[in-house]
């Protein structure tokens, strides 16, 4: 869109442009590929600049290459464009489940094997932007599927969910570029991919095909026949909630009619076959989390352990709508297996 408002100021005989980025880019420039001098500048910068427009009579700009930047801070953030939960159909489940590398990192691939878009005859094409996350997630997941072969996809989603970091560079929660707030779960859902510590996550949350079934039969919305391609009745499925699905992460609703809830959970060792795991919890304001057992011991490899959750409603249910924000840690000093906590009160 910039690419093409630039060239039709070429068109009409301008010599370069600035694109002046809109309020809720939040402090991202994004790079496009220009065919002619151009510059984009944040909202902050842009109002200088209109500024100097409105009140200098004979206004002048020159764009000076200041060289690649290295370092940025902060960094990692979540694009002000990054799509955001909860999915409106089925908030029991908390979506994004992860971020990615996007926007500003260059994703590249031969011109032959995909569409021309510049018209030069370049060798490689490179984009940017969040649709860009998609593609180094699977390049992560080949790697764990390599290096673990037997590992289902549930299992593989799961190491990188557990794995996922919250903290930029600097050690501070990551932010959210739309209004410039810490990220939240319906923002980054378990937070920003880490490939290295996902092949080694010392617990996984498995589920096989059926697991899938009896959560698409409770959510009671999709044909499911059609999803699966073979016929299901869901009638003579044991279809369960959805919070139930043995998920890396836990979303409930609590409220008046509803002020505790208690979910499930099945963990396996996928890492040292003798490791004792205890759990750290961060409760969500406002609401008192019960784990039992608060200690996983585990003789060997492969080895399934199961817990539950109890989330309640401490004193008075606060506004319906308000989303508040925890976390469940299973820690063995070595492995750190984190899931993040949504309660939506109702
Ligand atoms: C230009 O680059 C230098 C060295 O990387 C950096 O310190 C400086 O902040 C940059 N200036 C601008 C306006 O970005
Ligand atoms: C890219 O587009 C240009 C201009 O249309 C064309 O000459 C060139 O052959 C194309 N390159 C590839 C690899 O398709
Ligand atoms: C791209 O390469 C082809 C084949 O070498 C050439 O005919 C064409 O003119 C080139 N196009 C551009 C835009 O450079
Ligand atoms: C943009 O940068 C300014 C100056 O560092 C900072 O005050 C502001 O909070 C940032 N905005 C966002 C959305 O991060
Ligand atoms: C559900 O999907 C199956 C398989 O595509 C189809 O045969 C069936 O008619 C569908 N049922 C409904 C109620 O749409
Ligand atoms: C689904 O199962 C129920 C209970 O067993 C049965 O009554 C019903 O006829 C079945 N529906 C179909 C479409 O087979
Ligand atoms: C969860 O586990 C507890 C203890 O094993 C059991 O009593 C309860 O029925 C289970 N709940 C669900 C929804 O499966």
């Not at 050690?171 to 290295?196: L, R, W």
């Not at 909630?241 to 396996?268: C, D, F, H």
């Not at 608060?294 to 401490?314: A, H, R, W, Y």
């Not at 070595?334 to 949504?342: N, Q, W």
Request: aromatic share 8%; with cysteine.
């Amino acid at each position: 869109m910039n690419v093409e408002a630039s060239d039709h100021v070429k068109k009409a005989g301008g010599v370069a442009v600035i694109i002046l980025s809109q309020w809720w880019m939040g402090n991202q420039t994004d790079a496009d590929a220009f065919l002619h001098p151009a510059s984009r500048v944040t909202y902050d910068d842009a109002e200088e600049i209109m500024k100097y427009l409105s009140q200098t009579s004979n206004p002048t700009a020159a764009i000076k290459f200041n060289g690649t930047q290295f370092g940025h801070r902060p960094a990692p953030v979540v694009s002000s464009f990054s799509n955001r939960g909860p999915n409106l159909f089925n908030g029991n489940i908390i979506k994004p489940d992860v971020i990615a590398p996007g926007s500003n990192i260059l994703a590249a691939w031969p011109t032959e094997v995909g569409p021309n878009h510049t018209g030069t005859n370049k060798t490689f094409i490179m984009v940017s932007g969040t649709s860009m996350a998609a593609p180094h997630v699977s390049g992560i997941v080949a790697l764990l599927k390599h290096n673990h072969q037997h590992w289902s996809p549930a299992a593989i989603k799961s190491a990188i969910m557990t794995t996922a970091y919250t903290k930029d560079r600097d050690g501070n929660p990551i932010k959210d570029q739309y209004e410039g707030e810490n990220a939240g779960v319906f923002t980054m859902g378990s937070g920003h991919v880490d490939p290295v510590a996902a092949n080694d996550p010392g617990l996984i949350y498995d589920n096989d095909p059926h697991d899938y079934i009896r959560y698409l039969c409770g959510m009671k919305l999709v044909n499911v026949s059609a999803v699966v391609r073979g016929p299901v009745n869901c009638s003579q499925v044991q279809a369960i909630e959805p919070e139930q699905l043995n998920y890396p992460s836990i979303s409930v609703y609590l409220g008046a009619k509803s002020v505790s809830k208690m979910v499930n959970r099945t963990v396996t060792n996928v890492g040292d076959a003798n490791s004792v795991y205890t759990v750290k919890v961060d409760n969500p304001e406002g609401v008192d989390v019960d784990v039992d057992p608060n200690t996983l011991t585990f003789n060997k490899e492969g080895e399934k352990q199961d817990f539950t959750v109890t989330l309640s409603i401490q004193g008075v249910s606060p506004k319906s709508g308000k989303v508040s924000e925890g976390q469940l840690l299973w820690d063995s000093g070595k492995y750190f297996v984190r899931s993040p906590i949504a309660v939506t009160f109702t």
